[in-house]
């Protein structure tokens, strides 16, 4: 799949208002081995706590004021106290022109502020520091960016906070206890992510408003750099704190410090805040790296004279050893490459579920996917297992990771680790799964020459991003597309958004079954009804169908019907729906219409009589399809109440059409009712594996296997690429086309009772959820319980009875055939002759035909 986006480069301007030294050339050493040269940057970093109190201590227009100097005097900003007021004052004097601003939820009051210039984002996330203390402070968060130099690429990470007030006020306050206890545990989250991003080896930048002086707890920092360089750029008797930690390839070098005084201070600079604003101008330096040199080429003469570089069998052993320690590779926190985040290796006790992969090597390459697997790392694949146990069915993966150079039309994007393509399929749901656990993910549609539709999935935070896909992380956070164009992106995203874990958290499992066992019963036969007799059977199109068809030949290749999409929510109708209905008459193929459901309105009956006013309903068509694919934003109680109101809705106009029908189903979500319809439902797969049946249904009536790209048929005569269907075989067409009200369905293959055929077969599982009683007539075939002596055949004997019905309900119209069987001895267990039979239902089809036309004509509700 390919993914066209735009890699974020350096332009190579230096920070504002500061001129950038020359970079140095590349040298070499006497020994011959190859060193990259040191480079150092310089940029402002600057905190500023703008809030005073109280609250009304200084005008919005003076909070303005200080905002502004604020983004003049920095290109690295930490803001503490930004109420929700000064937001919108905020993103005008940092604007996105110039400026990210990464806030996280929206209760955070401490953002932090960047030049995009300098810097490209790489990651971001916000942690809860203090809950919510009524008269004391409101949530607050511990913000962190994950950050690159874009001229020195060099990965850096900066965290910012806002620490309870009080704690240590001279003298005590009367809560100290409670301000102590919330300061210190505080701190246990900021120490437990600093040290953390610590581990990673890239240098750390940790600033806010810390509430205490700094020489009460220097030494607590100091301990967190792990015996790297820990530098302070603020007094000691300072609350608010820039204090930074050396990377192992990179260190920090001060520069400057200014402080701006609150109002309550003295020149040269005076804000109206009462906290002072402090900035640093640090120097960021990479330190030489010996680079790896090329080998000396062994030249080896031929007897004939020639010259060949190496012996190729050593060559190819050598290629081999190397794709072996690859494959066995991992990195662990210690080892990880500067500026990449660092993984946990904490096991973490089993309450539930148990973890297969190796704990201590999460860039382990292995393989995931129902079908034909694909090369992903431990990382990688325990958040796509997340993902299905969310989703509850199995994921295909059309295209894994660490593809380097082998697919150039994805632009680099699946290279590195934690990115992978998944099957179209479900797309709605799967997305969101996805960003829930932890993926910037997005459906990409079908774009003839450059890709299938497809969802292209990054995992945030994933040490071994390629570059290119650490920039669609960035796009994501932003709200963007992440391809070239970097269109908004409208779907949504969780708030704050996650980043996975590894290992994976141990949860309680709420589906029956778990790991494995689930997983095979997903893909367990629903007995002999599966697989389906048939490949080629019945197909679905909508406007990206938009070529010339020929459905005629469709028809002579065995295409018995045709779905075609009309309506989506209540304001999109496809263009070539009654084209397309046109041209299925016309080949005598019947035609149904389909709504793709958004329940995210809440209006269902709204969304069915907007499909009911672009269709045109005629007897002999297919029932009308409800197309579930998205929730909206429903738990699934309430998208069963909605799918009933849509269910009701398109039956009652059925009924004053006086057209016979129930509406048919597609979708992969557990519904609390069936409301009677049938189900259709998607499973992709080249062998013919069973389909997932959502509840409450027990088996499906159609079943698309194939996408045109997946499954056994890739191309429909006269369609092409088209998604197939199968109907399930025992059941007949008939059940899903639309009757003159008052005609019966023809019935479904008759189950043999014990004694009339050799082998016995069971009953098959009801087809329909919990069908509701219609006043349209049934028809129930009886055999004699004692056969004709004789052997005669008998006429049948037509009994026509009337159910009265409930107050729910209408009344049922039962008309009961009796049908003589031939005498049979009774020790033997034979096949009746088919003859005698024929000539019996031929007369019972008239008996019947007789019995409907007496009926008197009932009146609509």
């Not at 994805?410 to 099957?423: C, I, K, P, R, Y």
């Not at 006269?718 to 008052?742: F, I, K, Y």
């Not at 107050?807 to 069987?821: F, H």
Request: hydrophobic letters at 40%; aromatic letters at 6%.
């Amino acid at each position: 799949m390919a993914e066209k986006i735009d890699v974020l480069t350096s332009d190579g301007a230096a920070p504002p208002g500061l001129a950038a030294p020359p970079m140095p050339t590349a040298r070499s050493s006497g020994a011959g081995t190859n060193l990259k040269a040191s480079a150092v940057r310089t940029f402002r970093v600057l905190t500023a706590n703008v809030q005073s109190f109280p609250p009304t201590a200084i005008t919005l227009a003076q909070a303005r004021e200080d905002i502004r100097a604020n983004a003049a005097d920095g290109d690295l900003v930490l803001l503490q106290e930004i109420d929700q007021r000064y937001r919108r004052v905020v993103l005008e004097e940092f604007p996105s022109t110039d400026w990210h601003v990464f806030y996280g939820p929206k209760d955070n009051r401490a953002p932090i502020a960047v030049r995009t210039d300098v810097f490209d984002v790489v990651d971001e996330e916000a942690l809860q520091i203090h809950r919510g203390v009524p008269g004391l402070h409101e949530r607050r968060h511990l913000t962190h960016l994950h950050l690159r130099h874009r001229e020195l690429g060099v990965d850096l990470h900066v965290t910012n906070l806002h620490l309870v007030a009080g704690a240590f006020h001279r003298p005590p306050k009367a809560d100290a206890a409670l301000r102590q206890t919330e300061w210190n545990d505080a701190m246990r989250t900021h120490d437990a992510l600093v040290a953390r991003l610590v581990a990673t080896g890239a240098p750390v930048i940790a600033g806010g408003d810390y509430n205490r002086q700094l020489r009460a707890f220097r030494a607590r920092l100091e301990k967190l750099g792990g015996g790297r360089q820990v530098s302070f750029a603020t007094d000691t008797a300072s609350i608010d704190l820039l204090w930074f930690i050396d990377g192992v390839t990179a260190t920090w070098g001060e520069r400057a410090r200014t402080t701006f005084r609150g109002r309550e201070g003295r020149p040269p600079k005076q804000r109206n805040s009462d906290h002072a604003a402090r900035q640093a101008t640090l120097a960021l330096t990479t330190s030489l790296q010996p680079a790896t040199a090329p080998a000396p080429a062994t030249v080896v003469i031929a007897p004939d004279g020639t010259s060949t570089k190496g012996d190729k069998s050593k060559a190819r052993a050598k290629k081999q050893r190397k794709k072996k320690r690859a494959l066995e590779s991992f990195v662990t926190p210690q080892q990880a490459p500067s500026g990449v985040p660092a993984v946990s290796t904490a096991v973490p006790p089993s309450v539930g579920r148990s973890f297969a992969g190796p704990v201590d090597k999460p860039f382990a390459l292995t393989e995931f996917g129902d079908r034909n697997p694909k090369v992903v790392d431990w990382l990688t694949r325990a958040a796509l297992e997340e993902v299905e146990r969310r989703l509850d069915y199995r994921l295909t993966v059309v295209q894994g990771s660490y593809n380097k150079g082998r697919v150039s039309a994805s632009a680099s994007t699946h290279d590195g680790g934690g990115v992978v393509d998944l099957l179209a399929w479900d797309w709605r749901r799967k997305v969101k799964v996805l960003r829930e656990v932890g993926f910037a993910a997005w459906y990409r549609a079908d774009r003839p020459g450059s890709w299938s539709a497809h969802i292209h999935a990054v995992l945030i935070g994933h040490p071994k991003l390629d570059p290119s896909a650490a920039a669609q992380v960035v796009a994501y956070r932003a709200g963007r597309d992440g391809l070239k164009g970097s269109r908004p992106d409208d779907f949504p995203r969780p708030s704050p958004i996650p980043v996975f874990s590894y290992p994976p958290r141990e949860v309680e499992v709420t589906v029956p079954g778990s790991g494995e066992d689930r997983r095979k019963g997903s893909v367990t036969p629903l007995g002999s009804a599966f697989p389906p007799r048939r490949t080629l059977d019945g197909v679905d199109i909508s406007h990206h169908q938009s070529g010339r068809l020929d459905l005629k030949a469709a028809r002579a290749a065995g295409v018995r019907w045709l779905y075609v999409k009309a309506t989506e929510g209540t304001s999109v109708t496809d263009r070539l729906h009654r084209k397309r209905v046109r041209q299925a008459r016309t080949a005598g193929l019947p035609v149904g219409a389909y709504h793709f459901a958004r329940p995210e309105g809440r209006d269902a009956v709204a969304e069915a009589k907007y499909f009911l006013a672009h269709i045109d309903l005629r007897a002999g068509d297919m029932v009308p399809m409800l197309d579930l694919e998205d929730t909206g934003d429903l738990t699934l109680p309430q998208l069963t109440e909605w799918t009933g109101a849509w269910v009701r809705t398109v039956e009652h106009e059925l009924r004053r059409r006086k057209l016979a029908g129930k509406p048919v189903i597609y979708t992969p979500f557990n519904l609390t009712k069936g409301f009677g319809c049938l189900l259709w439902v998607a499973r992709y797969s080249d062998d013919f594996r069973a389909p997932v049946i959502p509840r409450p249904w027990v088996r499906a009536a159609i079943w698309q296997h194939s996408n045109g790209r997946l499954g056994p048929v890739k191309s429909v005569p006269g369609l092409g690429r088209v998604d197939v269907n199968a109907l399930h075989p025992d059941l007949p067409l008939s059940a899903l086309r639309l009757r003159p009200a008052g005609r019966p369905a023809k019935p479904g293959r008759a189950t043999p009772r014990p004694g009339t055929t050799v082998s016995e077969r069971p009953t098959p599982a009801p087809l329909e959820a919990a069908p509701t009683v219609e006043a349209t007539p049934s028809v129930e075939l009886v055999p004699l319980q004692t056969p004709d002596p004789t052997g005669a055949t008998a006429a049948p004997t037509v009994t026509t009875t009337t159910n009265g019905g409930t107050a729910d309900q209408q009344g049922s119209i039962v008309i009961t055939v009796t049908v003589p069987l031939p005498a049979t001895p009774a020790p033997l267990l034979v096949t009746p002759d088919l003859g005698p039979l024929e000539a019996q239902l031929t007369l019972a089809a008239r008996g019947i035909q007789g019995a409907i036309e007496a009926l008197p004509e009932r009146q609509e509700p």
